[in-house]
């Protein structure tokens, strides 16, 4: 059966403070190659049958109006998995 992933992100100008904890972890146990952590969602739609438009642009509807919230977050990817 196929899968879609949705992947929903904070907005850029929010305060993202589980990435801000993960940062600080990195200057703490001396990683230094990542600059800014950002932590996000991650869903996993498994479609029965066949996925067509009808179907992506149906995830699409509900990764903005179920999984998402508009004041905060923003879909960043809707696409079947390999």
């Known amino acids: ?3 879609i992933v ?3 992100m904070p907005k850029s100008e929010l305060l993202d403070p589980q990435g ?3 940062s600080g972890a990195f200057a703490r146990t001396g990683v230094t190659a990542f600059s ?3 932590i996000g969602k991650r869903f996993e739609l498994t479609v029965d049958g066949e996925v067509t ?3 992506l642009a149906e995830a699409r509807r509900v990764a903005e109006e179920v999984l ?3 004041v905060i977050e923003d879909v960043v990817g ?3 998995a390999e």
Request: charged share 30%; glycine share 0%; net charge negative.
């Open 36 to 38: 800014d952590v950002r």
């Open 6 to 8: 949705v992947d929903v």
């Open 78 to 80: 809707v696409e079947v």
């Open 1 to 3: 059966m196929p899968t």
């Open 68 to 70: 998402s919230n508009s």
């Open 53 to 55: 438009d009808a179907v």
């Open 20 to 22: 801000k904890a993960v």
